[in-house]
T-cell receptor
Framework: SQELEQSPQSLIVQEGKNLTINCTSS?????LYWYKQKYGEGLIFLMM?????EEKSHEKITAKLDEKKQQSSLHITASQPSHAGIYLC???????????FGTGTSLTVIP | ETGVTQTPRHLVMGMTNKKSLKCEQH?????MYWYKQSAKKPLELMFV???????ENNSVPSRFSPECPNSSHLFLHLHTLQPEDSALYLC??????????FGSGTRLTVV
């Protein structure tokens, strides 16, 4: 079974709409990372969350980690075509000796 | 198994040793990547190969030397490493903008 489940698997939205991607673990996360993959390129780091209840924002993207540190959400406000890509969550577990990636969410933004 | 196989899973090496990490995929992917994952830090992209050609070298020290003999195999040759190079080294492969798949990683300890 996957360590990290992301939902939805794919998302198609109209430009200007808001959207949310979720990342869920059955176990406590040591650190939670959000990445974006641009087509044909490597992963781009977006944000890192470590404390329960933590929330970070960068431009139009906000990421939150719940109090139990088992679920994170990535929210994009007023989406643009430049937001299109595959979003991956990743997490450290335990003492950082293990690292897992989520199942990925493919985002398409229609102009 | 994700379809991307990395060997060895664990490696301990002295600072004067020479070792190699191996990554193999038979998913039909045309791009392969090396990442470094240090505790409490985001993934660091090291190298990108598209169709066996290196397209990115992210300012990685020369003590790390990649090799991509074909689209299915990727190596990372290591020599005269430093203790701060101890980390989890992740290999990934992709086919354009889809099927981004990570290996389980090699846990490297430099003593």
């Amino acid at each position: 079974s996957q360590e990290l489940e992301q939902s939805p698997q794919s998302l198609i939205v109209q430009e200007g709409k808001n959207l949310t991607i979720n990342c869920t673990s059955s176990k406590t996360l040591y650190g939670l990372y959000w990445y974006k993959q641009k087509y044909g390129e490597g992963l781009i780091f977006l944000m890192m969350l470590q404390k329960g209840g933590e929330e970070k924002s960068h431009e139009k993207i906000t990421a939150k980690l719940d109090e139990k540190k088992q679920q994170s959400s990535l929210h994009i406000t007023a989406s643009q075509p430049s937001h299109a890509g595959i979003y991956l969550c990743g997490a450290d577990r335990d003492t950082g000796n293990q690292f897992y990636f989520g199942t990925g969410t493919s985002l398409t933004v229609i102009p | 198994e994700t379809g991307v196989t990395q060997t060895p899973r664990h490696l301990v090496m002295g600072m004067t040793n020479k070792k190699s990490l191996k990554c193999e995929q038979h998913l039909g992917h045309n791009a392969m990547y090396w990442y470094k994952q240090s505790a409490k830090k985001p993934l660091e992209l090291m190298f990108v190969y598209n169709f066996k050609e290196q397209t990115e070298n992210n300012s990685v020290p020369s003590r790390f030397s990649p090799e991509c003999p074909n689209s299915s195999h990727l190596f990372l040759h290591l020599h005269t490493l430093q203790p701060e190079d101890s980390a989890l080294y992740l290999c990934a492969s992709s086919l354009g903008g889809s099927g981004y798949t990570f290996g389980s990683g090699t846990r490297l300890t430099v003593v």
